[in-house]
């Protein structure tokens, strides 16, 4: 069973910073693609920011604002955040894509809440 525990989300004011943390636990052979989404009150999850392959791609609300990393050996996918608005308040949830020995797996986080605000 493979597990994503997230963290590192609370209340910052506007212009603030906050680091999410994810770490993937379990039998995981290798980790093919890690992501983060958001879901704010009333609209649907989206795709913030995403890591694979050695690459990253942003969605533009937060392109030069947030920044996606990762270190594959703790299996951990990190999203530094600055210049932080309110609209950018949601829960955020990280998903990865990877393989174990019975083969490809994905899975989504609990998610950790972030709120913006004065």
């Known amino acids: 069973q493979v597990q994503l525990v997230e963290s590192g989300g609370g209340l910052v004011q506007p212009g603030g910073s906050l680091r999410l943390s994810c770490v993937a636990s379990g039998s995981i052979v290798s980790i093919n693609v890690m992501s983060w989404y958001r879901q704010a009150p009333g609209k649907e999850r989206e795709l913030v920011a995403v890591?694979?392959?050695?690459?990253?791609n942003y969605a533009p609300s937060v392109k030069g604002r947030f920044t996606i990393s990762r270190d594959n050996a703790k299996n951990t996918v990190y999203l530094e955040m600055n210049s932080l608005k309110p609209e950018d308040t949601a829960v955020y949830y990280c998903y990865a894509n990877y393989w174990v020995a019975q083969g490809k797996l994905s899975s989504w986080g609990q998610g950790t809440q972030v709120t913006v605000s004065s």
């Open positions: 890591t694979a392959s050695g690459s990253t």
